[in-house]
């Protein structure tokens, strides 16, 4: 994956707040509900385009030139075994 294309941050919900503030053209957030909630109303101010994933705890990201048949059936079986 390109590593200009895409950044991984982990931290509290005032990292969360604070990358809200950052020019991004997509935001992808994994966590509690509560953070995901302000970290919604921030990104809306500057109308970030933005994907939630609330609660989560296996965000996965699939590129387009990847074999999706292959992704589906590892993903489908890590989740069944995760009872999730």
Do not use: H, R, W
């Amino acid at each position: 994956m390109d590593c200009e294309a895409v950044v991984v941050l982990e931290g509290d919900a005032d990292v969360a707040q604070a990358i809200t503030c950052l020019p991004l053209d997509l935001l992808c957030f994994t966590g509690s509900t509560q953070t995901g909630l302000l970290v919604a109303v921030q990104a809306a101010k500057s109308l970030t385009p933005t994907v939630l994933e609330l609660g989560g705890k296996c965000p996965v990201i699939i590129d387009k030139d990847s074999n999706i048949e292959y992704a589906a059936k590892k993903l489908a079986t890590g989740k069944f075994l995760n009872a999730g």
